[in-house]
Structure formats: structure tokens, C-alpha cells
């Protein structure tokens, strides 16, 4: 499915890079390992839209290499259940700012990212009926000789 908003579609969990709930344009980025150092959750509400839920809105601590060497550390504020990350104290990747002023978890690396995941779950998916098909045609007309 492709959009004006890219090729994952209108924005779902996990999908749209924010730095403090604002859509961000990827210019200028870079991609980092950032050390995750704490992580609490801010709130918690129901939503009550078109599918009601609990929504969690987290904030994540994360310590990056500054540009003079010394560990800068960054506040990288999550609203939903988009990532699957590690206990603090492990490594992170995300992308940062040229100032390393803001940062924010790179949502297209399947190693913490849920949507990134389904998208290479769903890849594998389709190669693997693929070849079942090719497999199946080939006994069929092996069948048929």
C-alpha cells in the first residue's frame, strides 16, 4: 500500500519518526547506538476512537557519542506500543540530530522495531508461499508426465 505518507501508509504505531510528538523529516539525520540508560512512563489513558484502548506514553533516557567525544544524554519521549526494547543498560539504535540535541528510536530497524518486523515477517511470508507454489506446480506436472 502506498501513500502521499510513504509506503507503510497513513501513520500507525510505530511508523512515523516523532522527537516529541512532531513528525520529523530524516535530513540531517544520523544513525547512532545510544546506550539506554532509564526509562519510566509518563501516563497512561484510554482512547476511545475508532478501536478503544490504553494508550502508555513512555520517556526514555538514552546516552549518545557527542561530536567532542563525551556522552550526551537525550530524552526520547514514546507514545504507544511501537518498539520492543531492551533493558536499560543495553545498546539502542537511533537517530540523532547534527547538534545532538534531540534523537529519536530508529523505527525502521527490525531489531526494536515492531512494525519493521511485521514488514520483514511479511516478506518471508511471500517468498515462502512462493516457493511452496513452485514446489507444488513442479510435483503436479511431475504427477501429470
Known sequence: MTSRLGPRGPATIGTVLTINDRPVFRMGLTKEQAKLVS???VKEYT?????PGIVQVWDYLVE???RDGQPV???IRVKG?????PEPGHMVPVL???RRTKAAFDVDDPSISLSAQ???GAEQRKAKAAADKTEF???RDERRS
Open 39 to 41: 526509562q519510566y512512563m
Open 47 to 51: 482512547q476511545n476512537d475508532m478501536q
Open 64 to 66: 549518545v557519542p557527542g
Open 73 to 75: 544524554r537525550l530524552t
Open 81 to 85: 506500543f511501537g518498539f520492543d526494547l
Open 96 to 98: 540523532v540530530n547534527r
Open 118 to 120: 511485521y514488514d520483514i
Open 137 to 139: 506446480d513442479s510435483l
